[in-house]
């Protein structure tokens, strides 16, 4: 059970604010998650939803790459909820069942090829220490590019942000999602 009631739809804010609402639905198809939380401040939620389009419609980073950072990211922050709604579009994205499943148990990067541990590597290190090695910056950089590294990096940080909405308000993971190990 969330610590706040969740928002669920226009019933729940002013008037003021169904356009909002209207918003988050036509993204999501219904208020859950994250935005459920957010919508509290309907000015904020305003502001972040674009975020979710541009990360799926807009960024040069390849979907299946960034699904790779999403998932490292809020696995790092113990987002059952996040994790559970990343998972299947990870999967939809082309994320292979075995980088899954590493993620999910924390496992060793290194058994992963290459352009993957990289990604792992660096957004944990961003997740754990707030920094990462030179070495790997300078290898996705180098491979990928500086607005690309921008985006990956972005990418992997609002979706921590989201993990830490859920978990602050103590969202539940839909029952029928991917589980992280307890």
């Known amino acids: 059970m969330p610590r706040v009631a969740p928002i669920t739809g226009k019933s729940d804010v002013s008037a003021e604010h169904h356009a909002v609402v209207d918003a988050v639905v036509n993204v999501f198809?219904?208020?859950?998650?994250?935005?459920?939380?957010?919508?509290?401040?309907?000015k904020l939620a305003e502001r972040v939803l674009p975020l979710v389009t541009f990360f799926r419609?807009?960024?040069?980073?390849?979907?299946?790459?960034?699904?790779l950072a999403i998932l490292t990211a809020v696995r790092?922050?113990?987002?059952a909820y996040v994790w559970a709604a990343q998972v299947a579009?990870?999967?939809?994205?082309?994320?292979r069942e075995e980088a899954i499943d590493?993620?999910?148990?924390?496992?060793?990067?290194?058994?992963?090829?290459a352009d993957e541990r990289d990604i792992v590597t660096y957004t944990r290190q961003l997740m754990?220490?707030?920094?990462?090695?030179?070495?790997?910056?300078d290898a996705?950089?180098?491979r990928y590019g500086v607005q690309w590294l921008v985006e990956l990096t972005a990418a992997a940080n609002y979706f921590a942000l989201l993990s830490g909405v859920v978990n602050a308000f103590e969202v539940a993971a839909p029952p029928d999602g991917d589980k992280l190990p307890v």
Do not use: C, W, Y
């Open 29 to 42: 198809g219904t208020v859950r998650g994250p935005f459920s939380m957010l919508l509290h401040s309907p």
């Open 76 to 79: 790092e922050r113990e987002a």
């Open 140 to 142: 996705l950089k180098s």
């Open 102 to 113: 590493l993620l999910r148990a924390k496992g060793d990067a290194g058994k992963l090829p």
């Open 57 to 67: 419609d807009e960024s040069i980073v390849a979907p299946k790459l960034r699904s």
């Open 89 to 95: 579009a990870a999967r939809k994205n082309g994320v």
């Open 128 to 137: 754990r220490t707030n920094r990462v090695d030179q070495g790997i910056f």
